[in-house]
């Protein structure tokens, strides 16, 4: 019978010991999936700042293309008109 008791209280201890190492494990992943999770996180909000930013780079540069473009046809628009009364003066 004392033999039985010190088998139960063995057993006892072990599967407490068994639950803890349990509790520590699940915790340690809720973690590890928590940290993985702001990670992604953190990576997916640097893309999309890193996205806008190029995005305002590339209109800048096309606005600035537009602008001389317009530039360009104003002042060969002025020489037409120019050259098209130059003509009908004479």
Do not use: C, P, W
Not at 44 to 70: F, G, W, Y
């Amino acid at each position: 019978m004392e033999a039985f008791k010190k088998q139960k209280n063995e057993m006892l201890n072990k599967i407490s010991t068994l639950e803890g190492e349990v509790q520590a494990e699940v915790k340690k992943r809720l973690q590890e999936g928590t940290q993985k999770d702001r990670e992604k996180l953190q990576a997916t909000e640097k893309l999309r700042r890193e996205m806008l930013k190029q995005i305002k780079l590339t209109k800048a540069s096309l606005l600035t293309l537009n602008d001389e473009q317009q530039h360009t046809t104003t002042r060969l628009t002025i020489l037409q008109n120019n050259q098209l009364t130059t003509e009908l003066q004479y």
